[in-house]
């Protein structure tokens, strides 16, 4: 079976797509979210859009919940689809830093850090802390270290694919 290629625009449209779905579910809430519903969102979320991906089982929110493994690897593609679909709003260290604020600052600074984003910037935030909440309350995975493994992946995907269309540059000329 022929690999297929997933170029960063399609990761970001990915991206883009399940921060929608995260927004509309929290929307129909009719309240402010707790910690609790951020996770069953963030999951929803997840499997809504990584649920039709060859996979060797189909990923579900309660996959999710009981697999670790397959958790932090949805996680993480949603991660960098994220970072794909926010490129050009805010980089990923900013939004990184934004989601951790709240463990590690004052609220009053907190509120600060979160003032430095676009609008367009903090939903992505708000999406990447609910990812957070739902890794680390379902699996006991650390939040900044998932936050930091999927900027990485983010960076990786994002050098391929200028490697690539240089080298085909070159080979064209």
Not at 15 to 34: I, K, N, S, V
Not at 36 to 44: C, G, H, I, S, V
Not at 49 to 74: C, K, M, N, S
Not at 90 to 105: F, H, K, N, Q, Y
């Amino acid at each position: 079976m022929e690999a297929t290629v997933t170029t960063n625009d399609e990761r970001a449209r990915e991206g883009q797509a399940a921060l929608e779905h995260y927004e509309r579910e929290r929307a129909a809430l009719g309240r402010t979210p707790d910690k609790q519903d951020e996770t069953e969102l963030a999951l929803a979320a997840a499997a809504a859009h990584f649920g039709d991906q060859q996979r060797d089982i189909p990923i579900t929110v309660e996959v999710l919940r009981a697999d670790r493994e397959e958790a932090v690897t949805v996680f993480l593609d949603l991660i960098s689809n994220l970072f794909h679909a926010a490129d050009g709003a805010a980089p990923p260290r900013m939004l990184i830093d934004t989601v951790l604020a709240e463990e590690t600052m004052l609220p009053a600074d907190v509120t600060a850090t979160w003032s430095r984003l676009s609008p367009e910037a903090r939903r992505y935030a708000a999406f990447l802390a609910a990812v957070g909440q739902a890794a680390a309350s379902c699996h006991d995975v650390y939040a900044q270290d998932l936050l930091e493994e999927g900027r990485a992946v983010f960076e990786d995907e994002a050098e391929e694919e200028r490697y690539n269309r240089l080298t085909s540059r070159r080979e064209a000329a």
